[in-house]
């Protein structure tokens, strides 16, 4: 049984290795005995799960969204986008930059202001 700790340090991960050709034992569902058991998928070796161990699998997505990837950068040819002079971007200095008002999260609440540098070969994004 090896156990691996998470960086977070709140979820202990055990794998089960079967004692006679050491590849990881799968859950697996006896429904005679309606019970959880671990079973080799290589030599068949099959054992029940420890009543302590609640938990077979465990599934954690976490979504890092940059909210910038969204915005497409070839707006900066859209005659309808409002423009401003008042904001220099960040990477190139130039001082032209086409802005918007939204909010692409749904959780949300206040609306920001995203910003396009007008240099074809910089295409910056950034908000404020």
Known sequence: MTSINSMEGCINVVLTFCPECNNILYPRQNKQLKRLTYICRT????????????????????????????????MIADPTLARTSQHPCPKCKRKEAVFMQGSLRQSDDD????????DIECKFKWTE
């Open 111 to 118: 609306m920001k202001l995203y910003y396009i540098c007008t």
């Open 43 to 74: 030599c068949l070796f099959e054992r029940e799960a420890n009543v302590n161990q609640n938990c077979v699998y465990l599934n954690n997505i976490k979504h890092d969204i940059n909210e910038l990837a969204h915005i497409n950068a070839d």
